[in-house]
């Protein structure tokens, strides 16, 4: 028999679903101060569990999470998952071992963690307040909330009768900052209320309504950006930062945070959302100090706290327009449209941008079902539909996994015939258990469209020239890095494909008195890059945040014989 928390009433909470033959109980007991936000159910078999995730699913419920004894009576725990994820693939699924099997059913249970065949191992608890197991059920509850639930508290509303590109852009850099907004309709009864405070005849939309219940039409993202965050211009012009950063992806926002720790005055710029290529993540498996993974989101929203913490200032939907190098003795310019600012020395931490296609058809079609980059918000517009992932990368890879919760199925074409010269091994591994994702290689996309929105695209085989039409509800299109320097003086040198040239790769002709710039410094003394904007660096997180916490040191060195405050 199933037992359950709750009454028999059906309710619109998620559902918590723990399986065990003898511990059902006690878990239920634990899991207690759950019971509040989510229906807690417990189940004492895998057929039990079966009948309460088809009772879900039938009744349109959503299941956060399944948790599950490491051995169960009638059938493979791992077994009863792969069934579960066949009605709910959005539930998180979690082993937590009984203290007397936890060491003898590691060892043959992990290897299919790192396949995502479930998604934690854990010891279950032993006793009251035990928070180390709690600590990494929210973890787990907080994640499969900000990728697959709607927001219960709205920190922002957003008002729009349709999502189209514009609603979708400003949608997806809620999500990327972590912001919980949701779309109402201007009929609705809170549509109604926020157009009324806002006291327009035929106001353009979207409209975005605060937290603090002031209104605004919202003609693009920086509108956005400007009230969360301000204006560059709002620095006092007489000041003149120790540090200023252009981009706050990984590399950007472990400065950010090194440079605000040391007692330096940082402000950091950044043209879209926190967090870079990066943030788009829906799940980083292999950062070190995080052995459940991390949403690219979360790890920069805690960066960004973090040098907030130390007194950096941070300025979003800015783009940096140019660069004006400064004289001996002066501070170089950093310039944007929202104002310029000052600062002795500049970290160049703009990251890159993924390949357009070039295909006018399906470029037109941009926020209608053709994305660049991972577009979290997109992905649950993908439910039911067959979606296609063009790329080779890690990104590419996550995004295929993540968009695989929603779609019906998942395509991730490559040009190479396989996966293996690009991508991890945890993703292929991840990719090769997923059924509703697969891969093909020789592939390229050569053309598309659909009235609106994207409704088809033209496969071309490189190998043989043979061409296929096939029907399409999503496009991802993660192409690789391209760097976007225009902005950027003459005087900092690049390679042939834009990145910019530090160290040891600067011409010796750029050099001085005979000797190369320091590892991450540029040609103009007091200018440094580091991250996937300079040629030659690791294009990963990792690689990406240790470049970024390295050149603070170069930076103090530079600083050491001027002034501290002007």
Same mark, same amino acid.
């Given at each position: ?15 918590? =679903? ?21 229906? $807690? ?81 854990? =010891? ?15 973890? #787990?509850?907080?994640?499969? +909330?900000?990728? !697959? ?30 912001? %919980? ?21 035929? /106001? ?10 002031? %209104? ?65 993540? &829906? ?7 995080? /052995? ?28 940096? =327009? ?29 990251? !890159?941008?993924? @390949?357009?296609?070039? #295909?006018?058809? #399906? ?22 539909? *067959?979606?296609?992932?063009? +790329? +080779? ?16 199925? !998942?395509?991730?074409?490559?040009? @190479?015939? *396989? ?7 945890? =993703?292929?591994?991840? #990719? ?26 033209? $496969? ?48 010796? &002709? ?14 103009? %003394?007091?200018?440094?890059? $580091? ?36």
């Amino acid at each position: 028999m199933v037992s359950t928390s709750s009454t028999e009433a059906v309710d619109d909470r998620p559902a918590i =679903l723990l399986a065990s033959e003898e511990n059902a109980d006690y878990l239920l007991d634990e899991f207690g101060r759950y019971a509040r936000d989510y229906d $807690v159910r417990a189940a004492r078999s895998a057929a039990e569990a079966k009948a309460v995730v088809k009772s879900l699913f039938l009744e349109g419920r959503q299941l956060a999470l399944a948790v599950s004894e490491s051995v169960l009576p009638d059938d493979d725990v791992l077994a009863m998952f792969q069934r579960m994820r066949t009605y709910i693939p959005t539930a998180r699924r979690v082993i937590a071992a009984h203290w007397s099997r936890f060491r003898i059913d590691a060892e043959p249970l992990r290897p299919a963690l790192a396949k995502g065949k479930y998604d934690a191992y854990l =010891l279950m608890p032993r006793g009251a307040r035990d928070e180390e197991f709690h600590t990494a059920i929210c973890e #787990i509850l907080s994640d499969w +909330g900000s990728t !697959v639930a709607a927001p219960v508290v709205e920190t922002l509303r957003i008002v729009s009768p349709a999502n189209d590109a514009p609603t979708l852009a400003v949608r997806d850099f809620l999500d990327r900052i972590g912001v %919980p907004a949701l779309v109402h309709d201007p009929d609705s009864e809170v549509g109604r209320a926020v157009l009324a405070r806002l006291g327009k005849d035929t /106001p353009r939309f979207p409209v975005v309504e605060r937290w603090d219940g002031e %209104p605004y039409e919202a003609a693009s993202v920086r509108d956005v950006a400007v009230s969360i965050y301000g204006r560059p211009d709002q620095i006092d012009v007489d000041e003149v930062a120790d540090l200023v950063i252009v981009g706050a992806g990984p590399a950007g926002l472990a400065a950010s945070v090194y440079g605000a720790s040391e007692g330096l005055a940082t402000v950091t710029i950044e043209s879209e959302a926190i967090g870079g290529q990066a943030g788009t993540s &829906s799940m980083i498996r292999n950062y070190l100090g995080f /052995p459940r993974g991390i949403s690219g989101m979360r790890l920069a929203q805690r960066a960004r706290n973090q040098a907030i913490r130390f007194g950096t200032q941070f300025f979003t939907g800015w783009p940096a =327009l140019r660069l004006e190098v400064g004289g001996l003795g002066e501070p170089h310019v950093v310039c944007t449209e929202g104002g310029d600012v000052r600062a002795r020395s500049v970290v160049i931490a703009s990251g !890159v941008t993924y @390949r357009r296609l070039g #295909i006018e058809a #399906i470029d037109g079609l941009v926020g209608s079902g053709v994305n660049y980059g991972a577009a979290m918000t997109a992905a649950r517009e993908m439910e039911g539909l *067959d979606v296609y992932v063009v +790329g +080779g990368g890690n990104s590419a890879g996550q995004a295929a996994i993540h968009l695989s919760r929603f779609a019906r199925s !998942v395509t991730i074409l490559v040009r @190479r015939p *396989d996966l293996a010269a690009t991508m991890s091994s945890y =993703l292929i591994g991840e #990719i090769e258990f997923n059924p509703r994702v697969s891969v093909e290689g020789c592939r390229c996309v050569v053309d598309g469209g659909g009235e609106g929105r994207l409704e088809w695209i033209e $496969v071309e085989d490189t190998t043989t020239g043979r061409r296929e039409r096939r029907q399409a509800g999503g496009l991802f299109l993660l192409l690789g890095a391209v760097a976007h320097c225009d902005w950027l003086p003459a005087q900092v040198a690049r390679d042939p494909n834009g990145f910019v040239l530090t160290g040891r790769d600067v011409p010796s &002709s750029a050099w001085r008195d005979g000797l190369p710039p320091e590892n991450l410094q540029t040609t103009v %003394p007091g200018i440094y890059a $580091v991250g996937d904007i300079r040629s030659g660096s690791m294009k990963r997180v990792a690689s990406a945040s240790g470049e970024g916490s390295s050149v603070v040191a170069l930076v103090h060195a530079w600083l050491e014989p001027m002034p501290t405050h002007v």
